[in-house]
């Protein structure tokens, strides 16, 4: 067992590491939803916190970790390429001319999640996962565009740790918790003047704090599981500086509080026959917390600028299939709903977000009772998403900007389960498929 754990800790850590690479958000607004499961993103993650997407499902409801026995891990890694441009107009009529290019490129998105069974009821676990994060240049490459008044480039990312417990009271209900530890940093450009090549200003810090999770799955009847648990906000207190390049490079240490969302997710799994199995899923998502931000130098308290988001709060919803095709595959497919937290009050050049369908499809093979490999794909088509910039409008600023942007999402992923132990030993107190009479 201790040269699993090393090993454990050893993949892990390497996945975390990577894991500081930035992502491309595909969520509401900058939040990271596929980086979490190969198996929950091939049904555009329905049923996650009812235990249906695997071991992923942990990152949704800590108490899921009660339905996977004796010691296994889960790693996954995610390919994720966005497109957009913005057919940008200055002015009431004036064309730009040439389209201007978001400038997103893919990015990469690892993931681990690990469970113990210590006791026949009692479970521990750890899970790493990017909740968060964005790459955006509307200008392309050098950040020149007829926007950058407004924003040259935007870079968020997020790497959470989470310790994670779970316990089964009986055999039809569990509950778990789990403390997130997450680390963020902001890096914001933009421009003084629509000169190109002009100098600007740069906002960028760093921050760790602390968040929690709870959360608790029910098994009424057999083949069906329900689960709901609540992710608690994190107020990212946002260390840095503030540096004016037009000003020869003047530099402002500086704060800011970022208030991550909470969200409250609800999941239900049911089995219909040997075959087929069906799951549900409705996530609301607290964004109307993440509203205008000022940026305080720490020397006096004085406010030098404010970041105006004004979100509200999202909703999204989904519903998705399994198909057991014969002892070792499993096909699945999915769907999804997203309403944005942005519109064009509240829009900012750096997430073109609006309101989404997922559409998923996604395979699992067991080459073992060891070992289980799953792949995923989503396509994301995002309604237009328009801007609409000038003096008196939320985002404010002395130049017009009218644009409007299509964005479209292509996902992958690809996932390995690994069983540490001998798996004709321990059994889950709920299965995918409901309670099971033999315990150890």
């Not at 049911?270 to 509203?291: L, P």
């Not at 595959?329 to 829009?347: C, P, Q």
């Not at 002395?398 to 798996?423: E, F, K, M, Q």
């Amino acid at each position: 067992m201790i040269g699993s754990f090393r090993s454990v800790l050893r993949l892990s850590a390497s996945a975390a590491a990577l894991m500081l690479v930035t992502a491309t958000a595909q969520a509401s607004s900058f939040a990271i939803r596929s980086g979490q499961s190969a198996e929950g993103l091939g049904m555009a993650y329905a049923g996650a916190a009812s235990g249906g997407i695997g071991l992923g499902a942990m990152a949704w409801n800590p108490a899921a970790i009660t339905m996977f026995p004796g010691r296994q891990s889960h790693w996954s890694a995610t390919y994720l390429g966005a497109t957009a441009k913005y057919n940008s107009i200055v002015g009431p009529s004036a064309p730009l001319g040439p389209s201007d290019n978001l400038g997103i490129n893919g990015a990469f998105i690892p993931a681990s999640f690990n469970v113990w069974q210590l006791t026949d009821r009692l479970f521990v676990g750890f899970a790493n996962t990017a909740p968060f994060g964005l790459r955006s240049k509307p200008g392309g490459s050098d950040g020149i565009w007829a926007g950058q008044t407004y924003g040259r480039s935007a870079t968020i990312r997020t790497f959470n740790v989470a310790p994670t417990v779970g316990y089964a009271i009986n055999d039809w209900i569990s509950v778990g918790a789990a403390l997130q530890v997450q680390y963020g940093q902001v890096d914001l450009k933009q421009a003084t003047s629509l000169v190109p090549g002009s100098n600007g200003v740069q906002i960028r810090g760093d921050s760790y704090d602390l968040g929690y999770r709870l959360g608790v799955t029910l098994t009424p009847f057999t083949g069906t599981n329900i689960g709901i648990a609540y992710r608690s906000g994190i107020d990212q207190t946002v260390t840095g500086r503030l540096v004016r390049y037009d000003l020869g490079g003047l530099t402002f240490p500086v704060k800011a509080n970022l208030k991550l969302p909470g969200s409250v997710v609800f999941g239900l799994s049911q089995v219909i026959n040997d075959q087929w199995q069906a799951h549900v899923g409705v996530e609301w998502t607290n964004w109307a917390r993440f509203g205008t931000i000022p940026v305080i130098r720490r020397a006096d308290g004085v406010t030098l600028t404010n970041l105006r988001f004004e979100y509200k709060d999202s909703w999204y919803f989904s519903g998705g299939l399994e198909y057991r095709y014969n002892r070792n595959l499993t096909l699945r497919a999915g769907v999804g709903y997203e309403l944005s937290a942005v519109d064009v009050s509240s829009r900012s050049v750096f997430v073109s977000d609006n309101d989404r369908i997922w559409l998923s499809a996604g395979m699992s093979y067991k080459f073992s009772e060891k070992v289980n490999f799953d792949l995923g794909y989503t396509f994301i088509a995002v309604n237009k998403a328009r801007i609409a910039y000038g003096p008196g409008t939320a985002q404010g600023g002395p130049l017009p900007l009218t644009a409007v942007a299509n964005p479209t999402i292509h996902i992958i992923a690809a996932g390995l389960t690994y069983r540490w132990d001998d798996p004709a030993v321990a059994q889950p107190i709920v299965s995918k498929s409901g309670p099971i009479s033999v315990r150890n």
